[in-house]
């Protein structure tokens, strides 16, 4: 595990984004866990920042895949898994999986065997924190200030010696 700590605010979480920005290049693949409203595009929004990526860093629940080229040099491919059904239509969006950071939110379960390395980030909302509305009403900046327990966790030889 590399990170353990609580994001309390949507600027921390952004934060949070940033700060693994600056361990990420043209290859690694992270992937984001959690439920609706958690934080997810607000963290890869951050990162997106940090990474000086092009064109408004949101939700591709939609489009389901969304490229931002970046000034700090590989692509920014930010992914929705949260409509495919089955992992063969991850395979179908042709993502430039080597040359570029990909970020998969609800990806846990679509991603096995693209990469021996994954950083998994998994985001939990405080108990009681109430429902978030259903992803056709949700607006990703309109997520409530709420403490959110952001656990990063490192597999593969890529992270083996990688401080967050």
């Known amino acids: 595990m590399l990170l ?24 690694d693949l992270v992937v984001l866990t959690g439920p ?24 591709p629940t939609f489009v389901l ?3 931002h ?11 929705d898994a949260y409509r495919l059904s089955d992992p063969v239509e991850l395979d179908d969006l042709d993502l ?5 950071i990909v970020v998969v939110e609800w990806g846990r379960g679509f991603v096995d065997g693209i990469s021996d390395s994954i950083l998994d980030v998994e985001i939990v909302r405080a108990t009681g ?9 949700l607006d990703p900046d309109d997520v409530p200030d709420e403490p ?15 401080a967050l």
Do not use: N
């Open 4 to 27: 353990d700590t609580t994001a309390r605010t949507t600027e921390e979480m952004g934060a949070l984004g940033a700060r693994l920005a600056a361990v990420l290049r043209a290859g």
């Open 36 to 59: 609706l409203g958690a934080g997810k595009t607000t963290m890869t929004r951050g990162l997106g920042a940090a990474l000086g990526a092009r064109g408004q860093v949101s939700s």
């Open 65 to 67: 895949a969304r490229t």
């Open 69 to 79: 080229p970046t000034t700090a040099g590989p692509d920014l491919v930010h992914v």
């Open 96 to 100: 430039d999986w080597d040359a570029s």
């Open 129 to 137: 924190a109430g429902e978030a509305p259903a992803p056709d009403d």
């Open 148 to 162: 959110r327990r952001v656990v990063v966790t490192a597999t593969g030889p890529r992270w083996d010696g990688v």
